[in-house]
């Protein structure tokens, strides 16, 4: 077998893929029983430094999963190593059926399968074939901390025949050294929202916070209850909740500080992506949302969500038993993922019965009272706008009966109306102006 040329240059992994391309021509050598000085892949020591154990996050990683790892690392890595593979067997000119390999679209080199981890460690070893196919199952870590998988096999083909795909999340430890966050995209229909206010900012009914912070202690504190006090026994994992209130009363921003409270990302989940028209895409689309976020950790965040959860219907035509099996589809989901969900609704009564019951609780954000409204203002005016004049400020907004988002549309007009007139305090004229107008909106 032709040597592999060239040096591999410094590189947080320089010493495992130098380690890994010794494997390679050893199982290459050892296969087709050429000359070599070792008789076995496991006589190669594997670099103590423990980098990829530490981009990994896995201080238990056995050799064999060490060199899937690697594999599937390469052609992003290294894609120079894997060129040997491309050696045509003469007898039937053509490639070795037990390289395995695929072809990408525009990439040149050769992309590995599950067929190509079985040459390397397993050879024609068919007990240890067997042993390989469990590293690709949902039991394996590989599978549960979405390090990588098999993707792609054909209808009736080999399960090993499968692409190896290392997932976007490992790869961008690798290369980037931080964590993952996909964009939005046809792929991918949901979007990370943030804020830069803080759980403080927040004003909300008692009863409101309290319930909020039921679902806090959930997301802290769910190991405790459910593997310590064994109750995994008779409950499901993850937690779904409902908010449901007028516009405006804080159904997103609440979402979104729990999110930031309990340092996971919230994804919101775009429904005009989702839904479509065409007998089995909503469910496609919603399972490719669900099947990203499965194995991470992340808040779900359904926004007018009746559009897509609402009331089944009697089924008397096609289009009723297509809608009514999205639901369905939608109802299995939610209760099967075992992390957080948050749906949110203006109208409680347009949610189906069915997921109702399934919430573990059910939020109404209520519009503010007068008192809610005065600490609003007071957080949200400028100080540097109003001087003396604050409580007289603030007890004329409060009087008027507007949400959390209908005051920041006064103050932004305030805001725009200040800089017409080149004036940085904010006269009555144009605070009951803008107030009027928001008001005449409802």
Request: with cysteine; proline share 3%.
């Amino acid at each position: 077998m032709a040597k592999q040329k060239g040096t591999i240059k410094n590189n947080e992994l320089t010493a495992e893929i130098a380690w890994f391309q010794k494997i390679i021509s050893t199982s290459i050598n050892l296969y087709f029983q050429q000359e070599c000085e070792i008789d076995s892949l496991y006589k190669i020591e594997p670099p103590k430094n423990g980098k990829l154990e530490s981009l990994i996050n896995n201080d238990t990683i056995t050799f064999d999963e060490k060199i899937v790892i690697m594999l599937g690392l390469m052609p992003h890595l290294y894609p120079q190593i894997l060129d040997v593979f491309f050696i045509q067997n003469k007898n039937f000119n053509r490639s070795y059926t037990e390289f395995g390999g695929w072809k990408g679209f525009s990439h040149g080199g050769f992309l590995p399968t599950g067929e190509t981890v079985a040459f390397i460690i397993a050879g024609e070893d068919i007990e240890k074939r067997k042993y390989i196919g469990t590293m690709f199952e949902k039991e394996h870590w590989f599978y549960k901390n979405n390090i990588l998988r098999l993707e792609g096999v054909g209808n009736g083909e080999p399960f090993l025949s499968g692409q190896l795909l290392i997932s976007d999340e490992t790869l961008y430890k690798v290369l980037k050294g931080k964590e993952y966050k996909p964009d939005y995209s046809v792929g991918f229909p949901a979007k990370l929202i943030t804020t830069e206010l803080n759980w403080e900012d927040m004003v909300l009914d008692y009863q409101v916070y309290e319930d909020i912070n039921e679902l806090n202690t959930w997301i802290k504190s769910s190991n405790v209850i459910m593997e310590d006090w064994g109750l995994n026994r008779f409950l499901k994992a993850g937690y779904r909740s409902l908010f449901y209130g007028p516009p405006g009363t804080g159904k997103t921003l609440a979402a979104t500080l729990i999110g930031k409270k309990n340092n996971i990302d919230v994804y919101r989940i775009d429904l005009s992506m989702i839904v479509s028209k065409y007998i089995g895409e909503t469910e496609k689309n919603l399972a490719k949302v669900f099947d990203m976020a499965e194995n991470r950790n992340w808040i779900l965040f359904f926004d007018e969500a009746d559009s897509l959860f609402g009331k089944r219907t009697s089924t008397n035509t096609s289009n009723d038993r297509h809608a009514n099996q999205e639901v369905a589809y939608l109802l299995q989901r939610i209760e099967d993922f075992p992390g957080t969900v948050i749906l949110a609704t203006n109208l409680k009564s347009n949610i189906d019965e069915a997921f109702s019951r399934r919430f573990q609780s059910v939020i109404y954000f209520s519009m503010p009272t007068e008192d809610l409204r005065a600490k609003l203002w007071l957080k949200m005016l400028p100080k540097s706008w109003l001087g003396k004049e604050t409580n007289e400020y603030i007890k004329i907004a409060s009087r008027y009966e507007l949400s959390g988002g209908s005051i920041s549309n006064v103050i932004r007009k305030c805001a725009l109306r200040m800089l017409a007139k080149q004036t940085n305090i904010l006269d009555k004229e144009i605070f009951k102006e803008a107030l009027n107008k928001e008001s005449l909106k409802k």
